[in-house]
Structures are given as structure tokens and as C-alpha cells.
């Protein structure tokens, strides 16, 4: 069975950073691109980032553009999510989830099939 479990959320000054980390198991990782979403409460879930198989591509929300970094391990079947100049309004559940296919790093949720639980982040002012 698939598994994600992702670690590393907290509470946070604005201004500051965390690392995420997505563990998974039970399936190959390198042979699927991996995505970040995250769902704020009363919002919709939105994409935050995402890599391919390789980690030689990457895509972003334009809202976190520059200040988040997507990377993977694949000898460790790990995606981690670096934020940094945290701002008040990332605060959400962040959970990383399976793409479909091994190259599509795209921002639609219908492209991927398997999710974590979420770990929350919290940003003060």
C-alpha cells in the first residue's frame, strides 16, 4: 500500500523556515514526479511546488516562487519542501502527494493519485 508521511511542519515567525520532508513507501519512488499542496482553513487546497522523477524539473506557485526550493532524494524515497521568508498567510496544511507520471510536475490536483495525512504549518506576524 502507498504510503506518504510527511514531517517537519511547526509554528514559526514570519521571516523564518522550515524544511518539509515527505517520506514514502511501498511503491519505487524514482519512477514518479512528487508534488507539495496545501490547504489554508475555509480555502480551497492550492499546488505549491512540484519535481519530476529526476528532480531535474521543478515547477512553483508563483506565490511561493523564490522562497521555497522542492528537492528529492530518491535513495532515501524523500521529497522535502524548503520555505524560507515565511509570511502569515502560508500558514496550511501542507501535504505532499504522488503524481501520476514519472515527468508531469503540473499544478492540477486531478494528476495525482496518492496523498499524506499533511503536516501543519503555522506562520505569525
Known amino acids: 500500500q502507498v504510503q506518504l508521511a510527511e514531517s517537519g511542519g511547526g509554528l514559526v515567525q514570519a521571516g523564518g523556515s522550515l524544511r518539509l520532508s515527505c517520506a514514502a513507501s511501498?511503491?519505487?519512488?524514482?519512477?514518479?514526479?512528487m508534488g507539495w499542496f496545501r490547504q489554508a482553513p475555509g480555502k480551497e487546497r492550492e499546488f505549491v511546488a512540484a519535481?519530476?522523477?529526476?528532480?531535474?524539473?521543478?515547477n512553483y506557485a508563483d506565490s511561493v516562487k523564490g522562497r521555497f526550493t522542492i528537492s528529492r532524494d530518491n535513495t532515501k524515497n524523500t521529497v522535502y519542501l524548503q520555505m524560507n521568508s515565511l509570511k502569515p498567510e502560508d500558514t496550511a496544511v501542507y501535504s505532499c502527494?504522488?503524481?501520476?507520471?514519472?515527468?508531469?510536475?503540473?499544478?492540477?490536483?486531478?494528476?495525482?493519485?496518492?496523498w499524506g495525512q499533511g503536516t501543519q504549518v503555522t506562520v505569525s506576524s
Open positions: 502527494a504522488r503524481g501520476r507520471l514519472s515527468g508531469s510536475i503540473s499544478y492540477d490536483d486531478r494528476l495525482y493519485d496518492y
Open positions: 511501498s511503491f519505487t519512488f524514482s519512477r514518479y514526479a
Open positions: 519535481i519530476n522523477w529526476s528532480g531535474s524539473s521543478t
